[in-house]
């Protein structure tokens, strides 16, 4: 089943997809997808964004980089490059991203979100996949210029309100067959700018979830975002993006110009 959160008449409802663009509210009422407010699927916990999960990707930087910073990002990733997120950046479905107006080069990340769904510390990779409640589609956005050595995440880059649209649907576990043979896209104004496979993650879910949870406890509502393929672009206000991962949602938000005053 493919369940929403979304605003509509003044109440925040739980709602599932129906067929023909249609969505049920938790109280039965039948509404046209574009009638709602979109709001994050779940309300979610701990976040967890990995850096350079892709080989492609890395390669991608490598190019774009100094000389000592693309020798390193060349390298083998011997284990995941993890960082932490606050629940202020996560914006629903249809929603506006704010690019910064200290920006130089903003682009979006496709990439598959997997859900936890219950407790554990120190889980084994055999048995990771138990802990997974479903999953859902994020779009982590990176404004490069303010990377460190242009791969290393840091506050100015990767916490900013509205720059992780997630969702539309949270999608149970059981709907997903195979979510390490997965494709993901992105399309930038119906141009296709972006495509992967999540076969092509160098740490897999099972090992993710494995490494993190030797470290400290995943507990239902967290999330794991695990990276992107090669394909980063430019985007500006008014682009549309549209991220796809294969049997989980197309995720489709609008790039703005940052409304405060000091950036």
């Given at each position: 089943?493919?369940?929403?959160?979304?605003?509509?008449?003044?109440?925040?409802?739980?709602?599932?997809?129906?067929?023909?663009?249609?969505?049920?509210?938790?109280?039965?009422?039948?509404?046209?997808?574009?009638?709602?407010?979109?709001?994050?699927?779940?309300?979610?916990?701990?976040?967890?964004?990995?850096?350079?999960?892709?080989?492609?990707?890395?390669?991608?930087?490598?190019?774009?980089?100094?000389?000592?910073?693309?020798?390193?990002?060349?390298?083998?990733?011997?284990?995941?490059?993890?960082?932490?997120?606050?629940?202020?950046?996560?914006?629903?479905?249809?929603?506006?991203?704010?690019?910064?107006?200290?920006?130089?080069?903003?682009?979006?990340?496709?990439?598959?979100?997997?859900?936890?769904?219950?407790s554990g510390k120190k889980i084994s990779k055999a048995n990771a996949l138990d802990y997974v409640g479903g999953y859902t589609v994020v779009n982590d956005y990176a404004i490069r210029n303010f990377l460190e050595g242009y791969y290393r995440p840091n506050l100015r880059v990767k916490s900013r309100d509205t720059c992780t649209p997630i969702g539309p649907y949270f999608v149970d576990k059981d709907d997903v067959l195979d979510s390490m043979n997965l494709n993901l896209t992105t399309h930038v104004n119906g141009k296709l700018t972006q495509e992967g496979n999540t076969r092509d993650m160098i740490h897999d879910i099972s090992t993710l979830i494995e490494y993190i949870s030797a470290i400290m406890t995943l507990n239902p509502g967290d999330v794991i975002m695990t990276g992107t393929p090669k394909g980063s672009v430019d985007v500006f206000p008014g682009d549309e993006v549209i991220c796809e991962v294969e049997g989980v949602g197309r995720l489709i938000n609008t790039i703005v110009s940052d409304w405060y005053p000091d950036n």
């Amino acid at each position: 089943m493919k369940r929403a959160r979304v605003g509509y008449g003044g109440a925040i409802h739980d709602a599932f997809e129906l067929a023909g663009s249609r969505l049920c509210l938790s109280d039965g009422r039948i509404l046209q997808e574009s009638e709602v407010l979109w709001l994050p699927p779940f309300e979610a916990k701990t976040i967890f964004a990995l850096a350079l999960n892709y080989a492609d990707h890395a390669k991608e930087l490598a190019a774009k980089s100094s000389k000592e910073t693309g020798s390193f990002l060349k390298a083998p990733i011997a284990e995941p490059i993890i960082f932490l997120k606050g629940e202020n950046t996560l914006l629903g479905h249809r929603g506006f991203t704010m690019r910064p107006k200290t920006a130089e080069f903003m682009h979006y990340e496709c990439e598959l979100g997997v859900v936890i769904g219950k407790s554990g510390k120190k889980i084994s990779k055999a048995n990771a996949l138990d802990y997974v409640g479903g999953y859902t589609v994020v779009n982590d956005y990176a404004i490069r210029n303010f990377l460190e050595g242009y791969y290393r995440p840091n506050l100015r880059v990767k916490s900013r309100d509205t720059c992780t649209p997630i969702g539309p649907y949270f999608v149970d576990k059981d709907d997903v067959l195979d979510s390490m043979n997965l494709n993901l896209t992105t399309h930038v104004n119906g141009k296709l700018t972006q495509e992967g496979n999540t076969r092509d993650m160098i740490h897999d879910i099972s090992t993710l979830i494995e490494y993190i949870s030797a470290i400290m406890t995943l507990n239902p509502g967290d999330v794991i975002m695990t990276g992107t393929p090669k394909g980063s672009v430019d985007v500006f206000p008014g682009d549309e993006v549209i991220c796809e991962v294969e049997g989980v949602g197309r995720l489709i938000n609008t790039i703005v110009s940052d409304w405060y005053p000091d950036n």
